[in-house]
């Protein structure tokens, strides 16, 4: 979740570089990685120990990155009016017990379909990793992702949110719902214990997101003829866990399915991770793609950077700096590296096999360095996104949503796809 005066930032920037493009050869690659920022400055801080997306990575020796071209259509980054929607809180949680980490009300921010979209929903579940032990979630705690008193009132919605058909072409004119998270646990933990060592948290996520699809079922979401549940990162895990829960809480003749975005299958780093929050706030993730009835999408960049940085090779685990440059932009990556790479990136696609048999499943996984893909035009649909067989990610997903075409795209290995947008963070 970014906040709306680092969105104006991004847009002030933006309209310099424009200008400047015009007289000088400016490399564009910047514009993204300042978007992109706030996910690096979280791991260190919230994030030290959290976890997302698939069985990570592979990297090779030599990369020329691509300059990111700015986009054409400025709408697809500012943040105008139309484009921020308020967050509504449910206030009938308390009463519940469905409260945040710190105590405080759950939220989410809704946009209601036009047209022919008026009865088909999409919601997003926000993306933030998890906290396993107490003190991440006491850190937690005191960010928008442990309590909405420091959430942004106002949030834009573009990609896979978008009201705009020139960026979410299949969806523009749905009912549209950001899920903000923040019990730390995917909306899967309900622990009875609140106390813990003295401090009291609260792990209420199943409650939460029980509270919260009765108040989206009694604005609508009861007569959804059509409904997609997304999510990024930590919540595209929560994707998976609920999907099923969300098809029988619609209608039986709706079309319901479920796509996750930089989601877990896990690995040994993973399964220490999860023994915690499982222990911590009764978490049980395991097997869940294998269990799930309702059709799912999964979206993964095999070498996403945020595993990399802070999963695969965080901080304290390369305390000589071995592996420094190359965390940071993958042209740096020497031999040995990408062989350890190559393997994480082997595993992952091992660990999908299964999946991939699965008739009304559908893939997208490209050889870029970067980390959810359906949130951002310039990742989602634009002139500029990322292609495999000339499809973006967002005709991708429709391609698969309404059937029109069995979609399970592998990338071909970094650095084969040209365009990809991959980050530089040095």
Known sequence: MVPPQYIKGVNFELKARRKASEMANVNPNLRLRGLFLWWRKWGKKDWAIAAVGFSIIVFILTYLSRPLPLPLDPAATTSTTDNLVGLTLLHNARDRGALCLDGSLPGYHFRKGFGSGSNSWILHIEGGGWCNTIGSCLQRKSTALGSSSFMDHEVPFSGILSHQSSQNPDFFNWNKVKIRYCDGASFAGHSQYEFKNGTKLLFRGHLIWEALMDELLS???????????????????????????????????????????????????????????????????????????TPIFLVNPAYDFWQIQHILVPDASDPQGYWKRCRMNLRYCNPSQMEILQGFRSSMLK???????????????????????????????????????????????????????IVKQIDCPYPCNPTCYNMDFT
């Open 219 to 293: 604005i609508g979401l009861s007569n959804a003829k059509q409904a997609l549940l997304s999510g990024c990162s930590a919540g595209g895990l929560a994707t998976l866990i609920h999907c099923d829960d969300f098809r029988e809480l619609l209608p039986k003749d709706a079309t319901v399915k479920c796509l996750a975005d930089a989601d877990v299958l896990g690995n040994n780093t993973m399964g220490s991770f999860y023994r915690d929050v499982t222990q911590l706030q009764c978490l049980f993730p395991q097997e869940i793609i294998k269990e799930t009835r």
């Open 351 to 405: 660990a999908l096999s299964d999946f991939q048999q699965k008739k009304e499943g559908g893939l997208f996984i490209n050889s870029c360095f970067i980390h959810c893909q359906t949130w951002m035009a310039e990742t989602w649909h634009s002139s500029t996104s990322p292609r495999m067989n000339d499809k973006t990610i967002a005709e991708s997903v429709g391609d698969w949503y309404f059937n029109r075409n």
